[in-house]
Nanobody
């Protein structure tokens, strides 16, 4: 069992930055690949980025490529999402998720989810 707790969301102006964190419980964090998803009001949950168990492999949605960076610290059981050059369309609840590899941009492949953290980008 893995419990995930996101933090770091908030209100920011367009062009600003935020850093989200996702802290995981348990001693098996490094055995899970991790992903970030987001869901805006009235829209389906969408893939943002993922990172492999070691951190060597990453993948990004085209909409965030070049602006967002995912990283992880297995010693701290934490995954991060650095978000730069934020746009109003990035406004959503952001969720982190853990999955046994192989994982992809399909949320069905993830076993555990956090409760989400709100990110609001004003224009």
């Amino acid at each position: 069992q893995v419990q995930l707790v996101e933090s770091g969301g908030g209100l920011v102006q367009a062009g600003g930055s935020l850093r989200l964190s996702c802290a995981a419980s348990g001693r098996t964090f490094s055995s899970y690949a991790m992903g970030w998803f987001r869901q805006a009001p009235g829209k389906e949950r969408e893939f943002v980025t993922l990172i492999s168990r070691s951190g060597a492999g990453t993948s990004y949605a085209d909409s965030v490529k070049g602006r967002f960076t995912i990283s992880r610290d297995n010693a701290r059981n934490t995954v991060y999402l650095q978000m730069n050059s934020l746009k109003p369309e990035d406004t959503a609840v952001y969720y982190c998720a853990a999955g046994r590899a192989p994982i992809s941009d399909n949320p069905a492949g993830y076993n555990y989810w956090g409760q989400g953290t709100q990110v609001t980008v004003s224009s």
